[in-house]
């Protein structure tokens, strides 16, 4: 049973150039979130997405944008790129039960680099 | 605002003893909170969750304590082993919105 799968597993990037990461979920999982983790600390929440549409969104600027296809995979888009957004970007899918979210499962990330 | 931290930032024990890693969370609204292994260069592992109508929770030789009443929360690993070695978050859930994470307790074990 394949878990959460991002790719790519590592991005080098250019200051201004614009970035798209993407996730696949566990198979059964209908929900589909994004964290950016920097060096040293604990994930942040960026957004959320449930059947195709954005359902929560954490403190980040509108350069971070994202998707969720029909199949429920989802991708996250960041343009303008700045050297601060150099971090481990995490997905996370789980199982929307219509009160709680379950078996919040993470994928290994994709390294960002920005130069 | 919501946040959840870490007592302490590095934890070392010695194989096969039993390790404690504690978390405090400032949201009484909290429902659910998780535990997550993190190894270097991977993604968050799930180990054990808990929900605030429980206050203890057993998984295979991990234990999640849950006091409500200071808010705090806290991972029991039992006989420690090299494998444990990684970086611990706890993570808490308010009506099944998003993750709020600490930054993390570094758990050294040591032969």
């Known amino acids: 049973d394949a878990g959460v799968t991002q790719s790519p597993t590592h991005l080098i990037k250019t200051r201004g150039q614009q970035v798209t990461l993407r996730c696949s979920p566990k198979s059964g999982h209908d929900t589909v979130s994004w964290y950016q983790q920097a060096l040293g600390q604990g994930p942040q929440f960026i957004f959320q997405?449930?059947?195709?549409?954005?359902?929560q969104r954490g403190n980040f600027p509108d350069r971070f944008s994202g998707h969720q296809f029909p199949n429920y995979s989802s991708e996250l888009n960041v343009n303008a790129l700045l050297l601060g957004d150099s971090a481990l970007y995490l997905c996370?899918?789980?199982?929307?039960?219509?009160?709680?979210?379950?078996?919040?499962?993470f994928g290994s990330g994709t390294r960002l680099t920005v130069v | 605002g919501e946040s959840v931290g870490l007592h302490l930032p590095t934890l070392s024990v010695q194989e096969g003893d039993n390790s404690i890693i504690n978390c405090a969370y400032s949201n009484s609204a909290s429902d659910y909170f998780i535990w997550y292994k993190q190894e270097s260069g991977k993604g968050p592992q799930f180990i054990i969750d808990?929900?605030?109508?429980?206050d203890k929770r057993q998984g295979q030789r991990v234990t999640v304590l849950l006091n409500k009443t200071v808010k705090h929360l806290s991972l029991q690993i039992a006989a420690t082993q090299p494998g444990d070695s990684a970086v611990y978050f706890c993570a808490e859930n308010i009506r099944a919105s998003k993750l709020t994470f600490g930054t993390g307790t570094r758990l050294q074990v040591t032969l």
């Open positions: 808990i929900r605030s109508n429980m």
């Open positions: 996370a899918s789980s199982l929307w039960g219509g009160q709680w979210n379950y078996g919040y499962t």
């Open positions: 997405y449930y059947e195709e549409e954005e359902r």
